[in-house]
């Protein structure tokens, strides 16, 4: 069975496609439209034309799990914040719901429950992923939710903590994300669990235990 990647084309998406792909992971791109298809194909990966905004259910047909890794990004306006990271993520957790799926897998953000303390501009985008939460922890699907600190373009180091209170930073980079969903993604019998994620020393595997 595959993985459904939701946001695969996203900074994060991408290499988490691209490890999932050499480490013999089965998964699925989901991608908005074919520009996006090229960098998919050219490293074998599959993928699914399918867009948030509208009606994805045929994306889940096939994969027994999901990883919604979709963001609006930080050029767009609310509107694309409620569109993708609120609505489209409480989609994609209803469907899965009424497809059965597995697991979903949950890229949200650090602190999301504490919406009023974030910087005014990123309010919206913390409520949604505080409602997302909230839609996911009540749904019958089983879950793993990871919330990064403020992402980096560092390369992986594959060493991470997940004690936010007694961290030297609130960083962590995109690369070691990707290391970490891998591995979420591999370790099936993770279920019902929420981590804090940021560079730190210990190896990804031992720090998700």
């Known amino acids: 069975m595959k993985t459904l990647v939701i946001g695969a084309n996203g900074q994060i998406g991408r290499q988490f496609c691209e490890l999932a792909h050499e480490a013999d992971v089965p998964i699925r791109a989901m991608i908005r439209d074919t ?31 999901v990883l919604f890794a979709a963001g609006s990004g930080p050029h767009t306006g609310s509107d694309k914040t409620l569109m ?18 597995g697991r979903f897998i949950m890229v949200s953000a650090m602190r999301a429950d504490q919406v009023l303390e974030a910087p005014a501009k990123l309010r919206p985008y913390m409520a949604a992923k505080h409602a ?50 891998l ?7 993770l279920r019902q669990r929420e981590f804090s994620l940021l560079d730190g020393n210990t190896a990804i595997a031992e720090a998700l235990r």
Not at 39 to 65: H, M, N, P, S
Not at 132 to 161: C, M
């Open 132 to 181: 997302a939460d909230a839609h996911l922890r009540a749904s019958k699907v089983p879950y793993v939710i990871l919330k990064p600190g403020r992402l980096t373009d560092e390369a992986a180091t594959q060493r991470v903590t997940t004690d936010a209170a007694n961290a030297d930073d609130n960083r962590i980079s995109r690369a070691n994300v990707a290391h970490a969903l």
């Open 84 to 101: 993708i990271d609120l609505y489209g993520a409480l989609s994609a957790i209803d469907l899965a719901a009424s497809l059965g799926i």
């Open 183 to 189: 591995e979420v993604v591999r370790n099936r019998e």
């Open 35 to 65: 520009s996006q298809q090229a960098w998919f194909q050219e490293r074998g990966i599959e993928t699914v034309l399918a867009d948030l905004e509208g009606d994805f259910r045929k994306a889940f047909y096939g994969c027994d799990q």
